[in-house]
């Protein structure tokens, strides 16, 4: 069994920064995919970034491209999202997920989930 648990949520304005963290517990060991997806209000979960634990490579949706970094820490078993610029569009519930692999931005290659936290930019 995995466990994932986001932190770092909050409220900010538009301009502004937040950095989410990712906790994994339990039999990672294969989990090398780790995605970062979000829920805005009345539509569909989307990907956000991802992030390859053997090699670090890196994939972002274009809406966030030059605003987000993803990044890992091995060791920790934790993965990070640090959102810059913040826009009122940012506004979700934003989601952690492990994966075997497979596509990055699809939800269903994802096995384990964590709770979500929100998001909420103003303008």
């Known amino acids: 069994q995995v466990w994932l648990q986001e932190t770092g949520g909050g409220s900010v304005q538009a301009g502004g920064s937040l950095r989410l963290s990712c906790k994994a517990s339990?039999?990672?060991?294969?989990?090398?995919?780790r995605g970062w997806f979000r829920q805005p209000p009345g539509k569909e979960r989307e990907g956000v970034a991802a992030?390859?634990?053997?090699?670090?490579?890196?994939e972002y949706a274009d809406s966030v491209k030059g605003r987000f970094t993803v990044s890992h820490d091995i060791a920790e078993e934790t993965s990070f999202l640090q959102m810059n610029n913040l826009k009122p569009e940012d506004t979700g519930t934003y989601y952690c997920?492990?994966?075997?692999?497979?596509?990055?931005?699809?939800?269903?290659?994802?096995?384990?989930w964590g709770y979500g936290t929100q998001v909420t930019v103003s303008s």
């Open positions: 992030i390859y634990y053997g090699s670090g490579n890196t």
């Open positions: 339990g039999s990672t060991s294969k989990l090398y995919l």
């Open positions: 997920a492990a994966s075997y692999g497979g596509h990055w931005d699809q939800a269903r290659m994802y096995l384990y």
